[in-house]
Structure formats: C-alpha cells, structure tokens
Nanobody
Framework: QVQLVESGGGLVQAGGSLRLSCAAS????????MGWFRQAPGKEREFVAA????????DYADSVKGRFTISRDNAKNTVYLQMNSLKPEDTAVYSC?????????????????WGQGTQVTVSS
C-alpha cells in the first residue's frame, strides 16, 4: 500500500513553468513505476508521463513531449513533473499514480494507487 500526495499546482501565465511534486508514504516506493495523468473539465483522464522504478526509462504523451520532464528521487520517495512552456490547454487537475507492474504503463487501469490531484490553471 502506498499513499500519494501531490503539490505544486497553481495559476500561471501561458509560457510559464510549474513543478509538481508527488510525495509517497508507505513501503517500497522504489518498486513502483510512477505516472502522471491529468483531467480537464468535461474530459476523460489522460496520460501525461511515466517513469520506471529506477528512473532509467521515461515515457511521454505527444502533447507534452519536449515541454514536460518526469523525474524521481527514490531517497525522498518523490516523483516530479517539471512543466515548461505551459499552454492554456494544459489546464487540468494533475494526479500522480503508482503501478505494481514491472513495466512503465500508460493507461489508468494499469495503475493501482492514486493521489487526490492538484489543480493547474494556465491563463492566456
């Protein structure tokens, strides 16, 4: 079992940056591939980025590739999402998730534990 708490969301102008953090409590954080997802009003939750247990493999949605960077610090039980060149269409609630799979999943059904989410709003 792992508990996840996101932080770092807020209001930013288009072109700006934010860094989201997801702190995990519980055992064996380093054994979980981690992912970030987002959900905009009226839309389904969508994949943003994911990272392997060691951090050696990352995966990104095409819409954020080159602008967002996922990373993790297993010593701090934390995963990060650095978001640069933000656009109004990035506005959403961002949630982190932990998976018990050994690969790096992209779909919500492959993640087992979820945080409550943090709001990111990008103004034009």
């Amino acid at each position: 079992q792992v508990q996840l708490v996101e932080s770092g969301g807020g209001l930013v102008q288009a072109g700006g940056s934010l860094r989201l953090s997801c702190a995990a409590s519980g055992r064996a954080f380093s054994t979980y591939p981690m992912g970030w997802f987002r959900q905009a009003p009226g839309k389904e939750r969508e994949f943003v980025a994911a990272i392997s247990r060691t951090g050696g493999t990352t995966d990104y949605a095409d819409s954020v590739k080159g602008r967002f960077t996922i990373s993790r610090d297993n010593a701090k039980n934390t995963v990060y999402l650095q978001m640069n060149s933000l656009k109004p269409e990035d506005t959403a609630v961002y949630s982190c998730a932990a998976s018990t799979r050994i690969y790096v999943p992209r779909t919500t059904g492959q993640y087992d534990y979820w945080g409550q989410g943090t709001q990111v709003t990008v103004s034009s």
